[in-house]
């Protein structure tokens, strides 16, 4: 059951969906590659611990900084691109309230020894405090989102204590232990992290982190129907290189809810499970975990491993006829396939990159022709999917 609310975009609808909380829904057709959202973020901080610290990244764009970097004034702890990136960050998002408690707390942790984790979080507050001092506006959108219950009363306290040794700036808002909490959890369930480069050769790490307002709504799915584009490194004229692109994979329906994964769709039941629960708060019941969930550890190891090889035999056979079950969101699986339903999702949608695991969507269309282009979320690459004009 929904209950439709503001509209955040022409093509999406805000609605409250019965044990889901609110989520976004189609208002139209969508057609696959279609961008149903450009979404710029209220913060941006780093996902860098402060010891050591790192100046891989301009500290306002968060691109790699490719030349000798332009130091903070102030601080050690960043470094910037251009005088045009240092220029904006000094007025906005790096005042020298921050430069002084990204100091404080270095000094700080030489004694308490936080974990990265924590660091992360205190940079965080640091930068929330401050967004409640430059804009008020955006301050008011990030108390505005959903957060959980479960921030622990030790944590609240601990880096209340913490950021209160700071001198917190005075705003309309003030400050509290319960704004403390509040804002900690709008972050555990609403940050979406900005990756670094992918190298097949080690692991994907996270260059920083935003509050994204409107993509915050989206709700996970195991299959997602949608996924999300970020291009930090690139040149962009029409918009800022931190903006999030959100593309269909596939046709939606009017009024299906659009879903992305919240982790790479390749990972497997129980650690897929683990996850959502540690760090959202819930339990996944989409038709792929209720498959899954009756699987052994070793089965769905060998689903994963073998998805390439056992399923492409099938597909010429049967998929063909399944693709408007899979692909277009009809709930119910032929009996045949009851043992891997969403089959035929990680032959066409997941990049077969090694160490990649990203999800593929075809370009934006043009015009009235789709695109036969499909690009990976992860890597970036590009293959040709001749299906989609089929």
């Not at 000094?107 to 409640?132: C, G, K, M, V």
């Not at 306290?157 to 403390?180: D, I, M, Q, R, W």
């Not at 032929?334 to 043992?339: A, P, S």
């Amino acid at each position: 059951m929904e209950k439709t609310s503001q509209s955040p975009h022409p093509l999406l609808k805000l609605a409250e969906i019965q044990g889901r909380g609110r989520g976004l829904i189609s208002t139209q057709p969508l057609k696959p590659g279609e961008v149903i959202l450009k979404d710029s973020p209220l913060l941006l901080y780093s996902a860098s611990p402060l010891i050591p610290s790192n100046n891989t990244f301009c500290s306002n764009c968060f691109k790699i900084i490719l030349q000798s970097p332009i130091p903070c004034p102030m601080c050690t702890f960043s470094a910037f691109c251009t005088s045009n990136c240092q220029s904006i960050a000094l007025s906005s998002s790096h005042t020298p309230w921050v430069c002084q408690s990204l100091t404080q707390l270095r000094n700080i942790l030489s004694s308490h020894n936080l974990l990265i984790d924590q660091q992360i979080q205190a940079r965080f507050l640091i930068s929330a405090y401050n967004l409640a001092l430059i804009s008020p506006s955006s301050f008011r959108v990030l108390l505005s989102l959903q957060g959980p219950s479960f921030i622990s009363e030790n944590d609240a306290l601990l880096f209340h204590s913490l950021v209160a040794t700071l001198n917190p700036p005075t705003s309309e808002f003030g400050f509290s232990k319960e704004l403390t909490s509040a804002l900690l959890a709008k972050d555990k369930v609403n940050a979406f992290g900005l990756m670094e480069p992918f190298d097949s050769n080690k692991e994907r790490g996270v260059r920083a982190y935003g509050i994204y307002p409107m993509a915050s709504f989206f709700n996970h799915d195991c299959l997602p129907n949608a996924c999300r584009f970020e291009y930090v490194d690139s040149d962009v004229n029409n918009r800022s290189n931190t903006d999030m692109i959100v593309r269909v994979i596939h046709d939606v329906p009017e009024g299906r809810e659009i879903c992305l994964s919240y982790f790479p769709v390749n990972f497997k039941y129980s650690d897929r499970q683990k996850r959502l629960k540690e760090d959202y708060g819930f339990a996944c019941n989409c038709d792929r975990c209720v498959v899954e969930a009756n699987w052994s550890d070793h089965e769905d190891d060998d689903a994963m491993d073998n998805e390439g090889e056992e399923n492409e035999e099938k597909e010429d056979e049967a998929m063909e006829e399944d693709v408007d079950d899979e692909v277009n969101g009809n709930d119910e699986v032929e009996e045949g396939d009851q043992d891997f339903p969403h089959a035929y999702f990680f032959m066409r949608y997941m990049c077969n990159r090694e160490n990649c695991g990203g999800t593929l969507a075809p370009l934006p269309p043009s015009d009235a022709s789709l695109s036969t282009v499909m690009e990976c979320n992860v890597c970036g690459n590009l293959s040709k999917c001749d299906e989609l004009m089929a």
